[in-house]
């Protein structure tokens, strides 16, 4: 079989941050550090796969973290309408990462079966673990459900030829990382498990965790899981966008030819 090409479409950003935000223990904490939000597209001629699908405008107002792009409109250069996609692996429900599955009325979800059961247990009792979710996010993954349009994985397993979700945990129960079969070698979308190449590099914790140790040893699997580190993909470092080729569109960057330079930070 062929290979998949992969697109990151970035559709939000968050300037107003600090090293604080994405670090723990981190010494220069009230530094300045931006985030990027982003959606990525698998692509292998007529098949389609959409990992994650970003938030909306309403979310956007309620949480005060506006989108430059609506999901829907930032898919469109790659010809992507929501009606046609019918798979998307949510990498896990929070509320940037799940927050347009509304959007996508005919897709079936591939969800592992620890994120939905931490997304609506006990855990949820909890104001700062329930932060990152929204729960007509979550309300929306259980209608899915109920329609017959999840498909739950317990670990690894294979979405599509060439396409695999593991589950990391740690930044949330259930955190999958998507492995992909490029020309470039293995890439992996690693989603939360890594915000930012430096949380991969230097083993540096994101501060928001359910599970330290399998965050730290997640860092371990996304190296081993991909062809090289060049090839794992941040959920949400801004410095994708200086490494990465651009795109057929501003906001979109083409992942699966291989860095232009090499991964530093």
């Keep these: 079989m ?4 992969v697109h990151a479409v970035k559709y939000a950003d968050r300037n107003a941050r600090t090293r604080a935000d994405s670090f723990i223990f981190d ?4 530094a300045p550090h931006p985030m990027d939000y982003f959606m990525w597209v698998l692509r292998r001629g007529a098949e389609v796969i959409l990992v994650d699908t970003g938030y909306d405008s309403n979310e956007a107002a309620a949480r005060g973290r506006p989108i430059r792009l609506d999901p829907v409109a930032s898919l469109a250069p790659l010809g992507v309408r929501p009606e046609d996609i019918s798979q998307v692996i949510v990498t896990h429900l929070h509320y940037d990462h799940a927050g347009g599955l509304h959007l996508f009325p005919n897709a079936t979800l591939h969800i592992q079966a620890a994120e939905m059961a931490y997304a609506t247990g006990p855990c949820m009792c909890h104001d700062t ?3 990152p979710f929204t729960a007509d ?3 929306e993954a259980i209608k899915r459900l109920y329609s017959g349009k999840v498909i739950f994985h317990d670990g690894d397993a294979q979405v599509a030829e060439g396409v695999t979700v593991h589950c990391i945990g740690g930044h949330s129960r259930g955190l999958q990382a998507v492995r992909v079969r490029t020309s470039a070698g293995w890439l992996v979308l690693a989603s939360d498990a890594a915000h930012f190449y430096e949380n991969l590099i230097l083993r540096k914790p994101f501060p928001i965790v359910v599970d330290l140790e399998n965050m730290l040893t997640g860092f371990d699997t996304l190296e ?3 062809t090289s580190r060049d090839l794992i993909i941040p959920g949400h470092d801004p410095k994708v966008t200086q490494f990465y080729p651009q795109g057929i569109a501003d906001h979109i960057w083409r992942l699966d030819l291989g860095p232009i330079s090499k991964v530093t930070l």
């Design 2 to 5: 062929s290979d998949w090409e």
């Design 27 to 30: 010494d220069n904490h009230d």
């Design 129 to 131: 673990l329930r932060m």
């Design 137 to 139: 996010h979550i309300c």
């Design 224 to 226: 081993r899981l991909a």
